[in-house]
């Protein structure tokens, strides 16, 4: 006797209002059903997994993996699966809706547990909102932490489950409801709010998160009386940067790396060397309107990593100042900024000290 893990992802996506079913779009790099399907296979739980499907999977699976064909509703689609089970020697079945790929290995064992004790463990959630019910236009009060919020997997002894389905008549939304219709005992456990059912495009887009990279390179020249300004701040130094604005490399860089990710072309472009507006502008008023850009187009920054190229002055002195310094003008905190020193061997103008050169990568998300 083993127990079986049925991945229903035969549903018409009627809310998700996309020509793709759903459960096939691209999630974080793979079909959507996979993700659960992986989880259950790397539990190393089951003995056999089901993928319950109305689309072509042409793609090919480890033996103990089927697909077979759904139904036009969800309840029926677990029904193929429970019949096509009869004679598999079957203990218990997991049932998942494909539509919710994060599950956890975690969650799976709890409730395998639960299993030993129990012949139907349902996963649930507590409201966060307050709740109403609508009875015939009467609107009602209910107490939020009497309700729940039933999640899936829902797992069942698989005789008890396929026995109540043999008799059912009803439209169900969930095995719960069948066993709550038929008076039966349910134990349940909490779930896990990660483990969102992802219904309309909005939710969708929600999830996904979009990761962006962009590499920002800039190098000016050292001429005498002129202050050197890196990273947003004064640091005392026999020569500055010479530029149209203060020549700060490091500032420039991360300007470039940040309209880089969010694919605006480059900081000659925002700020044209030929304006005179822009002249000896200082470099952490250019950040200004490239932060307002993400900020209105929602990305925020994962990280920035630079290297400062140059053979003084040494970043070992001046690190935590420059860091501490970009990490109030870009607004993040500073264990998400790593500044690298790296000097030329003493070659070509940087290793005369004649020049500072800075490279930048920036992550994004969205
Ligand atoms: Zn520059």
Redesign the pocket.
């Known amino acids: 006797m083993s127990d079986c893990f049925i991945l229903l992802s035969a549903g018409k996506s009627k809310r998700f209002k996309s020509n793709l079913n759903k459960q096939f779009i691209s999630y974080k790099n793979k079909p959507l059903f996979e993700h659960s399907l992986k989880v259950a296979l790397d539990s190393n739980l089951f003995k056999k997994i089901l993928i319950v499907s109305n689309k072509k999977i042409k793609k090919k699976y480890p033996k103990n993996i089927k697909v077979i064909k759904g139904g036009d509703e969800r309840h029926l689609s677990t029904k193929n699966a429970l019949y096509y089970l009869k004679k598999k020697k079957i203990k218990n079945v997991f049932i998942h809706d494909a539509a919710r790929p994060n599950i956890s290995i975690k969650l799976l064992k709890k409730l395998k547990q639960e299993l030993k004790k129990n012949n139907a463990v349902v996963p649930y959630l507590n409201s966060e909102n307050s709740v109403k019910y609508k009875d015939k236009n009467k609107v009602k009060n209910l107490k939020r932490d009497k309700v729940l919020l039933t999640q899936t997997p829902q797992c069942f002894n698989f005789k008890e489950l396929i026995d109540l389905y043999k008799t059912n008549k009803e439209k169900i939304t969930d095995e719960a409801s069948l066993y709550l219709n038929n008076n039966r005992k349910i134990k349940f456990i909490l779930g896990e709010k990660k483990n969102i059912k992802i219904t309309t495009v909005d939710d969708f887009n929600y999830l996904k998160s979009e990761t962006y990279y962009g590499i920002g390179f800039?190098v000016?020249k050292l001429v005498k009386n002129k202050k050197l300004y890196l990273g947003g701040i004064h640091i005392p130094f026999h020569s500055g940067l010479k530029?149209h604005?203060d020549?700060d490399?490091i500032l420039?860089s991360i300007i470039d790396g940040l309209l880089g990710a969010i694919r605006k072309s480059d900081?000659g472009t925002l700020f044209p060397s030929n304006s005179s507006k822009f002249k000896n502008i200082r470099s952490k008023n250019m950040l200004v309107p490239v932060l307002k850009l993400l900020n209105d187009n929602n990305f925020s920054i994962n990280n920035i990593d630079i290297n400062l190229i140059c053979e003084n002055p040494k970043v070992t002195i001046i690190r935590n100042k420059i860091i501490k310094s970009l990490s109030k003008l870009l607004s993040i905190n500073k264990n998400l900024i790593n500044l690298k020193g790296k000097t030329v061997e003493k070659l070509g103008i940087i290793g005369k000290e004649q020049a500072i050169a800075c490279e930048v990568i920036c992550s994004l998300s969205r």
Do not use: A, E, P
Request: no cysteine.
């Open positions: 800039d000016h530029g604005s020549g490399v420039h900081i």
